[in-house]
């Protein structure tokens, strides 16, 4: 009897969010409540993270904003945000750092992991490295639990990858 497996993971793809970056940009430039705010944004692709720099926290606030309706158009969930406090710099200038999750925390990973068990499908989850895996001898339970999953109100962005 062959058993079937999958990964859930929680990931970021960088490219998409490097362009929805590129778009934010190109907006911020050209609005007219914007002109004159000092307002970056630079995509550190190292660190999975963005800082976006103006002159003023409202200025912070209107451009993520514009990122956040770029990246749902991009498919990144705004759940996968992770925005620092806003640092005051010289002057009137401010900065905020939002780091891009990647990766299932270890609480997370047990969110799944629980919430499969309760559950009570004929699949079984473990946890490997920053993913949950699940395995189970019928594509239909595998199916279910990706649905029971995927609408749970977790608080992080899921997606499914390695289907087997």
Same mark, same amino acid.
């Given at each position: 009897m062959s058993t079937y497996s999958f990964?859930?993971? !929680?990931? &970021?793809?960088?490219?998409?969010?490097?362009?929805? %970056? /590129?778009? #934010?940009?190109?907006? $911020?430039?050209?609005?007219?409540?914007?002109?004159?705010?000092?307002?970056?944004?630079?995509?550190?692709?190292?660190?999975? !993270?963005? &800082?976006?720099?103006?002159?003023?926290?409202?200025? %912070? /606030?209107? #451009?993520?904003?514009? $990122?956040?309706?770029?990246?749902?158009?991009?498919?990144?969930s705004v759940l996968a945000l992770d925005?620092?406090?806003?640092?005051?710099?010289?002057?009137?200038?401010?900065?905020?750092?939002?780091?891009?999750? #990647?990766?299932?925390?270890?609480?997370?990973?047990?969110?799944?992991?629980?919430?499969?068990?309760?559950?009570?499908?004929?699949?079984?989850a473990q946890i490997v490295d920053e993913?949950?895996?699940?395995?189970?001898?019928?594509?239909?339970?595998?199916?279910?639990?990706?649905?029971?999953?995927?609408?749970?109100?977790?608080?992080?962005?899921?997606?499914?990858?390695?289907?087997?």
């Amino acid at each position: 009897m062959s058993t079937y497996s999958f990964d859930f993971i !929680s990931e &970021v793809d960088l490219q998409e969010a490097d362009n929805a %970056i /590129n778009q #934010a940009r190109k907006e $911020i430039e050209h609005r007219y409540d914007l002109r004159g705010s000092n307002c970056e944004v630079e995509l550190n692709r190292n660190e999975k !993270s963005f &800082v976006v720099r103006a002159d003023g926290e409202h200025f %912070i /606030n209107s #451009a993520m904003e514009i $990122i956040k309706s770029k990246m749902i158009k991009r498919g990144i969930s705004v759940l996968a945000l992770d925005e620092q406090k806003v640092e005051l710099l010289s002057g009137k200038s401010v900065r905020q750092t939002v780091k891009l999750k #990647a990766g299932l925390s270890r609480d997370d990973a047990k969110k799944i992991t629980t919430m499969v068990k309760d559950q009570k499908m004929k699949v079984t989850a473990q946890i490997v490295d920053e993913k949950v895996r699940v395995t189970g001898k019928s594509k239909d339970d595998l199916q279910a639990c990706i649905t029971a999953v995927q609408s749970a109100d977790l608080g992080f962005p899921v997606q499914i990858d390695n289907l087997r």
